[in-house]
C-alpha cells in the first residue's frame, strides 16, 4: 500500500546580489516507491520543480546567488514588504521612529 501526501509550502527567498525578496510557492507530494524509501516531489504550478534549496535563480538579476529563510521568518518581519505594500496596521506599528 502506498501513501502519499500533498503539502503546500510557500518559501521566502532573498537575491545574495541585488537584495531582491520574494515567495515561491510550492506543493511537496511525499510518498514512498516500493522499497519503502521516501520519494519526495517538489512541483509549481503542476511542474515538477528543482527543491527550493538547489536550482533557484533570482527573477531579477538571474542569478543563483539565492537564500532563502526558515518557513515564517517573513512573518515575524514586517520590514520586509516583497515589493508590494506592507499591511496597513505593520505599517503604522513598526514604520513610526520610537522617540
Ligand atoms: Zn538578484
Redesign the pocket.
Known amino acids: 500500500m502506498r501513501e502519499e501526501t500533498s503539502t503546500k509550502e510557500t518559501w521566502p527567498f532573498e537575491?545574495l546580489?541585488?537584495?531582491?525578496v520574494w515567495e515561491e510557492e510550492y506543493v511537496v507530494r511525499r510518498g514512498r516507491d516500493e522499497h519503502g524509501d521516501e520519494i519526495v516531489v517538489w512541483t509549481r504550478d503542476g511542474m515538477a520543480v528543482q527543491p527550493p534549496w538547489s536550482g533557484m535563480t533570482?527573477p531579477?538579476?538571474?542569478?543563483g546567488?539565492v537564500t532563502t529563510f526558515p518557513t515564517g521568518y517573513l512573518a515575524h518581519h514586517p520590514e520586509i514588504t516583497l515589493g508590494r505594500p506592507a499591511p496597513a496596521e505593520a505599517t503604522l506599528q513598526d514604520c513610526r521612529p520610537s522617540a
Not at 17 to 20: G, I, P, V
Not at 60 to 63: I, L, N, P, S
Open positions: 537575491c546580489r541585488c537584495l531582491r533570482c531579477a538579476c538571474g542569478r546567488t
